[in-house]
């Protein structure tokens, strides 16, 4: 029985599983690591779907979207694992929400190629030597998931990579993050109503 097959959980399959990436504990709180758990308790507070620790080692909550007169039910969540870990959450939420596919997955993510602030998004593709998207696509055996990608900006040098997704970020810039993670869930919210290719050209053109 594959991971995508309906027949692997109980109920109506979910028609999107939308995942905020980063870090679990306040340590972790309001860094660049965390933007995609940002976006996902924006989205949460946005659709009265507050996020609730259970099973999955995630927190989650369930939110509908109307999509041309009809309901679509999202699943919103925060791995608690580490982000290294993040595809061991991600794959047993697949299974509890009935997930038919890795098209039907947003991930919302950190990302250092982008200059901070920049919202891009991104339909399959490469893992850009992210971690959390690594582990992602090997729990789900697929790269074929959506991203929303959250500039970050890249550190000063290699070796000052960890500091700078971990640490805190200076007023100025946090300022930036917020109207990104803001934007990232615009972008997520137009995803399901009107698909990736038109998400693109609003959010692209912005």
Known sequence: MGLFDRRAGKGAPFDWLVVGLGNPGPKYER??????EECVRLLAER??????????????????FTVDGEIERAALAFPL?????SGRAVSSLVRRYRIESPEQIIVVQDELDLEPGVVKL????????????????QHLRSQDFLRVRIGVGKPPSKERGAGHVLNKIPR????????????AADAVELIIAEGIEAAMHDIHGR
Not at 122 to 137: C, E, W
């Open 31 to 36: 860094t660049r690591h965390n933007v995609g």
């Open 47 to 64: 659709h009265d779907a507050p996020l609730k620790a259970g099973r999955d080692n995630s927190l989650t909550g369930e939110a509908r």
């Open 81 to 85: 694992t580490f982000m290294n870990e």
């Open 122 to 137: 991104k339909n399959g593709g490469g893992l850009a030597g992210h971690n959390g998207l690594r582990s992602i696509a």
């Open 172 to 183: 100025r810039e946090r300022e930036v993050l917020d109207v990104a993670v803001a934007v």
